[in-house]
């Protein structure tokens, strides 16, 4: 099969964060921390609303989650944001072989390998590397569902366990 998808990107900060926002709540190991996290606040405010001697603790839990809200959900976008809107126009190229990205002012080439997992989401496609570093590709960039469904297919023959959400 040969595939060559050509795209011209440029970030919103709208498309940033909706990508990273989906990828931290619905994608990482990060919505494990939440299951167990905020389960457990609302148990100990509604017992420091009985008994007075958890009140305490239910500030200590509100606490946790004020520190796990900022260091794993507020901080990565704002991190991503900060990364992706410096970046001006850039165009990649997506072959059996590499990813080419080319920018005003360099050309780069990442081969498939460097990359550990990939996802599509409703908003962009990810790629991730051996760094946890996500690779946001919108999918508004793409133009129009055929190059979507070449994009998904050579995903899913680059990555086994390429996975798609809703």
Known sequence: ????????????????????SFYILRVSDMRNYALIVYPILIIAIVLSLVF??????????????????????SRPIQAYLKIYMKRKGRQYCFDKDRVLATGEEFKSEFLWSMF????????????????????????TCFGNTQILEQMRSLLAIKFPDFKSYK
């Open 1 to 20: 099969m040969e595939v060559n998808i050509e795209i011209d990107v440029i970030y919103s900060e709208k498309e940033i964060k909706k990508a990273v």
């Open 52 to 73: 007075r001697d958890f009140a305490l603790l239910s500030f200590i839990y509100f606490f946790i989650g004020v520190i796990l809200y900022y260091f794993y959900y």
């Open 116 to 139: 550990r997992k990939a996802y599509d989401i409703p908003s962009a496609f990810l790629l991730l590397d051996d760094n946890k570093s996500i690779y946001i590709f919108p999918k």
